[in-house]
């Protein structure tokens, strides 16, 4: 493993970008670059100057919500009518599916935003209504596409948008830009840039080309927004600058789970807060909904562990009445605990199947899933996380095919996180590394947080924190330095004299106006004897 100094650490960073460099606005390409966006801002146009009714349909994550915050924000701004809609998890699935179309069928014009490019069956019920249908999405194409108006989604192989890997919320924003442009509007479109680069961060878009110069911009406009539910945010965080973590590990979850608790009609309600007040009640809605899925996922999590097989090399675990909305977030908590690709599913009230995974290092999760698409009811997702739901006498097969996926595409368990740049010794980690790593901000995926790793390492203190001790706070000392280290969420037993090899990213740490030097620890290894 490489031995590292500031000078190789720099290298290696800049290295990330040497593909498509570090872009600005000015570098975006024009909504027409996407097929059928003139097609859909030709039918808006003429469905708003001939009073037709309109209605948006969103999604139930934070991608969905974002994107259905700005394309109502713009109609408000405009002053245009637009009904919208976001359908519950629970009670009718993902997306524009058949189980809403009641909900619409007096629409003449229903445009979705981060969904809809598999709603195929949806599709000719639209049809069969005289529903004219407008998909945005960015999600993979299924083998049959629906039938549209208009289809606006860059992985199209027709489309000449140039980039592949971004969300539902910058599709939505190039619509916006594209109306706006048709309708001789003078709306400040760079404004709605704060949300969009919310959803670029928590949907995992690769943090590089036009995406990292959104997210730039977006953070600038955020830290600047007097709108109200930024400035609740901010207050409620104890922020004076938020940045992608923030938004990451912070913002991302709470925006979530109204849609994972209940209905992300709450999200979507405190995105378009008016002022403060308003902000705030519905900031603590959201922040209860939030504390209720931190419950339930504690709980569902330590069931899955303990139904763990440790031989399979996917993981698959099935429960009674687990909450569905917080599997996704147990597989990934799973995942990381095993080192394994992972998928929880819960049975329904029809006794079958439905849940959540998320893979491990390189293992495309998405491909050896879809190879048994056959056992499966309805599948959709990416190479790191999918949806799913099979019926329940499916479950064996599904298991074992799983595994022989798994084992033909000859993934190699043994390899180093790539996050990881190489060894650190504490002399390096100074202010001088920390301005380093700022440079290269923000991080993300694709734009990862640099990990190091330090070996023989003594542990001289630790300490518990949280409610329930679920995190432990360190001292670490080697070649004649302490250093302070954190590591959350960790039931693992560690002592006081070991020695052992850490993985961690390096932070500030500010308190009582006191900023020093923190790691923040993910992992520790080998255990060496004590000094003793």
Aim: with cysteine; aromatic share 10%.
């Amino acid at each position: 493993m490489v031995k590292l100094t500031h000078r190789e650490i720099d290298k290696i960073l800049r290295a990330r970008f040497e593909d498509d460099g570090f872009l600005n606005l000015s570098n975006l390409p024009h909504p027409s670059t996407f097929k059928d966006m003139e097609k859909a801002t030709t039918r808006i146009v003429k469905a708003i100057k001939d009073r037709e009714k309109i209605v948006l349909i969103g999604d139930y994550d934070v991608d969905g919500v974002v994107s259905t915050a700005i394309i109502r924000l713009f109609f408000s701004e405009a002053g245009l009518p637009l009904d919208w809609l976001i359908p519950n998890r629970f009670r009718d699935g993902y997306g524009l599916s058949t189980t809403i179309i009641d909900k619409i069928v007096d629409y003449d014009l229903a445009i979705t935003v981060d969904n809809g490019i598999s709603a195929v069956e949806a599709s000719k019920l639209c049809q069969k209504y005289n529903i004219d249908l407008i998909i945005t999405d960015h999600h993979l194409l299924p083998t049959e596409l629906p039938i549209a108006h208009a289809i606006v989604n860059q992985k199209q192989p027709d489309c000449n948008f140039p980039y592949s890997e971004i969300c539902g919320a910058q599709i939505a924003w190039y619509l916006i830009a594209s109306l706006n442009r048709a309708l001789n509007l003078s709306i400040d479109i760079k404004s709605y840039l704060g949300f969009v680069s919310i959803a670029i961060i928590a949907d995992m878009m690769p943090l590089k080309h036009i995406n990292r110069a959104m997210v730039i911009s977006g953070l600038k406009i955020l830290n600047s927004s007097t709108l109200p539910p930024i400035r609740a945010l901010k207050n409620r965080l104890d922020k004076s600058y938020l940045d992608a973590e923030d938004i990451a590990f912070q913002i991302a979850p709470v925006l979530n789970s109204a849609g994972r608790m209940d209905d992300a009609f709450y999200a979507v309600d405190f995105l378009m807060s008016r002022n403060i007040y308003e902000a705030n009640s519905k900031l603590d809605i959201l922040i209860d909904f939030n504390n209720q899925r931190k419950a339930t996922e504690q709980k569902i999590t330590d069931e899955a562990l303990e139904k763990v097989n440790p031989k399979d090399k996917v993981i698959v675990i099935d429960g009674e009445d687990w909450h569905e909305g917080v599997v996704g977030i147990v597989s990934a908590r799973v995942a990381r605990v095993h080192k394994k690709p992972t998928i929880i599913l819960t049975k329904g009230e029809n006794g079958d199947l439905k849940g959540s995974g998320r893979s491990f290092l390189v293992c495309n999760l998405f491909e050896i899933t879809n190879e048994c698409r056959e056992l499966l009811t309805k599948f959709g997702g990416h190479h790191s996380a999918i949806g799913l739901s099979l019926p329940y006498k499916n479950l064996d097969r599904f298991k074992r095919e799983l595994q022989l996926n798994y084992m033909a595409k000859r993934y190699n368990e043994n390899i180093i996180d790539p996050d990881i740049l190489g060894e650190l010794d504490f002399r390096y980690i100074d202010f001088k590394l920390i301005e380093l790593i700022k440079q290269y901000e923000p991080y993300g995926e694709g734009n990862r947080r640099p990990k190091f790793i330090t070996k023989n390492v003594l542990i001289e203190d630790i300490a518990t924190m949280g409610k329930e001790g679920e995190h432990k706070r360190f001292i670490f000392f080697k070649d004649g330095i302490r250093l302070k280290g954190v590591l959350f969420k960790t039931r693992e037993s560690f002592f006081i004299n070991h020695y052992v090899d850490i993985i961690y990213t390096v932070n500030e740490n500010t308190f009582n106006n006191r900023v020093t030097i923190q790691l923040i620890v993910e992992e520790i290894g080998k255990r060496y004897n004590s000094r003793y």
